[in-house]
């Protein structure tokens, strides 16, 4: 609902290109039709509410190219809505945006409704070789309820490997159903952190982003994505934002920063390891009574910036549709890593960017602990498949069909030359810096030997599309993979061989 007295026009959503205003004055107002949010996102003062955005989808769902359909349900029983937008006969380069994967991060779910409500409106908004889709609402169920978590109590960006859960299961359907070029996952950080105001600073940027940086991704792919995050900070300044590449960690001088992780439990590394461009966005949120009532509508600024670049930017187009369809046809990778990490390889020093609580004055705090390269420590020879034991084959068979991941049971025993790895310890500490170690699992492999793989183990062949993905998912000697997650636990005893086998002579 609008609050009384807050802007003396506002417009309803209309379907098409037609659009109703309804002027409602302060003195007597109307009751707003549960579909209103303001004309102008740079007045609004609350999020967009799953109602008042299911009401949107509805009526501009069938208008200016615009289909709007119903991609999963959640555990309360709430759509998680799916919207795809084109106008040209061919649009060649495909686009998803998904946002509120966090229930309580809400500017990107609000910048995509107000982008697709300039599609409906002026449909010549959306450029003819732009094929758009939108997923503006992954957790209606931890929106509504304001937790990042869904109603389930999962962090659905930690659910990228297992996809258990329906919000992410239909993410990943999308994805591999249209197979975009370029996707963004929209997220929010809290601006002004204890830690911050204690040094008397606040966060410096508006807005922050970081593009997809696995070492099995294409080379091309990532400078590509690195490209479009260097570029972004000059039209956020423009806008009158402050960007900076997103980065996560501790506060300098002294503590250790690095760019977003490269593991593939978020949705960032998650979609990209179908190929395509994929990045993250965070905006700044301030959270408390001292948040000014334009923090939201200044963070859906900053965000549209951003999104409407990706899909009027045609400069580096061409060239980016020929990285992704290049990066898909790879053949598989000759090494897999295991062990890799940020570092800041030639000791340069950063002058990191923050806000002066007592001057209001940007400080540039010179640091040598920002990570900025990914290093590989440790690659082993990619295998040519990887094999599961009967005893975890259930449970594997589900991880690699919600990732279409191609495989076989074998119906017959089959000696194949394979490398068993032992578990020597799962690591139980969480590490506050990093958010990570809690499930690191250390492992050692055996040299490679004949070993008989018995009838009901599963056979996953390293080759296609998918090999990528199947290294990422199944490599055991990868520092974080399945074990960490509960169902998968008791799959791995500390001094035990672990059910998966690197196969080397299939
Ligand atoms: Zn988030």
Redesign the pocket.
Known sequence: MLRRGVAAAVAVIAAAAVTAIATVSAAAPAPAPATAFPEDHRTLTRTISYAEMEAFLKRVDGTAGIEVTAEGRTAEGRTIYLVHASRGKNPSFRVLFYAQ??GD?VAGKDAALYLLREIARRPERLPDGIDLWILPMMNPDGAERGT?RNAAGADL?RDHILLEQPETQALHRVVRRVRPHLAVDC???TRDSEERSKRGWIAWPQITMDGLNNPLFDPAVVAAAERWVRESEAPEAAAGHSFLRYSVGGLPPDEEQRHSAPDIDGGLNAVGMYGGLSFII?AAVRRGPDAPPDDLAKRVDAYLVLLRRFLDETGHRAQDLAAVEASRRRPPPRFVPTNYLWVNPDFTITEFPALELATGRTVRIPTANMMTKLAVKTALPAPRGYAIEPRAAADYALVLERHGIPFETLAAPKTVGAQRCDLLRLEEQFDDLYSRYEGRQIVQCRPAAAQELPAGALWVPLDGEAAVRAALVLEPAALYGVYQYPRFRRHAVTGEALPIVRVTVP
Request: proline share 0%; aromatic share 12%; net charge negative.
């Open positions: 994967q966090h991060e990042r960006n997220h929010e950080f965070e």
